[in-house]
């Protein structure tokens, strides 16, 4: 019962939304809001735990800040507002309808289709499809923000702990070299490059390269604003820097939505409460201190941003489904965790001894 007051908002959130989804779309709204959050929850419990293994490191007043204002931008921001920037900018038209529209629609009964939003309601087909072409922009830009993340942590020079020693060892070495992370990545982006057709490797390129520095400049903004090499510190800039984060995690999600419906309603209603229960997580990870007593369960959520990233930069070459996405995160973050309670009870017993 202790452990369920945590998930109480998303409990009663998740209710709310799939009365609505039940009323929207009957029973095959239901359906559908529900696999969604049910997508979203397996595929961003490893950010759960990036964030609190940032969160725990700050003050309770800008905790709750990111729990409550991120959870506005994440449901909001990205769930909502984010496609329909990508379809805007791709269809050269304005995402939500201007005072012209409501003015044409009043003086002449008649409602302008020339918005994104009404093209998502009245043609949702064609909004899915015109999200759907920059998809290789999307995943290229998220895959290599995140990897850069996934470098930054285990390319540290000051880490002192390892879970799977022999390979963390050797990347901790490899971070001796200056921008470490950087080359590997554009090495990573040319080679997936040269395997796609000219067209598509630029795009590929531009949006990774543009991802490189969106984190380069979001963790400038950070050290700025007094975060060390390894923890970012509460502070606008570390507010922000989780807020990146969070929408690198989201992308897959947003885009692979699709395959399950075509109406935006339902799928900020399904993600939303997937994000919720994220959010839940996250503050039970904080508070209970779970990360402090799981020693490994950190470097598995990393490692798993690690295969998430690698699979978005992989998606113009080959698909992986979402399943395996969630199911190779659930997997390496499960092993960390069991591979910490096998390593505390060792401790243990050899105190006793």
Not at 155 to 165: A, V
Not at 176 to 188: D, N, P
Request: glycine share 10%.
């Amino acid at each position: 019962m202790h452990t369920l007051r945590y998930f109480r908002h998303a409990i009663w959130v998740s209710l709310a939304g799939l009365a609505i989804a039940a009323v929207l779309g009957g029973s095959a709204g239901l359906w559908a809001a529900f696999n969604l959050a049910l997508l979203e929850t397996s595929l961003s419990f490893d950010n759960a735990v990036v964030n609190a293994s940032i969160l725990r490191h700050w003050d309770k007043r800008w905790q709750q800040r990111f729990l409550l204002w991120g959870m506005i931008v994440a449901v909001c921001g990205m769930r909502v507002l984010f496609p329909l920037v990508i379809v805007a900018v791709i269809a050269h038209a304005p995402p939500l309808p201007g005072p012209f529209s409501v003015y044409e629609w009043i003086s002449s009964g008649h409602w302008p289709a020339n918005d994104v939003l009404t093209m998502a309601i009245v043609a949702p087909h064609r909004y899915a499809d015109t999200l759907q072409s920059a998809h290789i922009e999307v995943m290229a830009f998220g895959g290599t923000f995140l990897l850069q993340v996934f470098w930054h942590f285990f390319l540290n020079q000051n880490k002192e702990s390892h879970w799977l020693r022999p390979l963390e060892r050797a990347m901790q070495q490899l971070g001796r070299l200056e921008m470490a992370g950087v080359v590997l990545t554009l090495v990573g982006l040319l080679a997936l490059a040269s395997a796609l057709p000219q067209p598509e490797a630029w795009r590929l390129l531009v949006a990774g390269i543009w991802g490189l520095i969106a984190y380069t400049v979001v963790n400038g903004i950070s050290a700025l604003m007094g975060s060390d090499s390894s923890v970012v510190r509460a502070g606008w800039g570390g507010f922000i820097y989780l807020e990146l984060l969070d929408a690198s995690f989201s992308f897959d999600g947003v885009l692979g939505a699709f395959a399950l419906t075509r109406n935006i309603f339902l799928i900020a209603i399904g993600l939303g409460i997937g994000a919720m229960f994220v959010r839940s997580f996250t503050l039970m990870l904080v508070e209970k201190g779970t990360l402090s007593e799981l020693r490994y369960l950190e470097h598995g959520a990393f490692w798993a941003i690690g295969a998430l990233a690698g699979v978005m930069l992989i998606a113009p070459l080959a698909e992986v489904p979402d399943a395996a996405t969630g199911g190779i995160a659930a997997v390496l973050i499960i092993l960390a965790a069991l591979h910490s309670w096998y390593a505390n009870r060792r401790d243990r017993r050899g105190a006793g001894e």
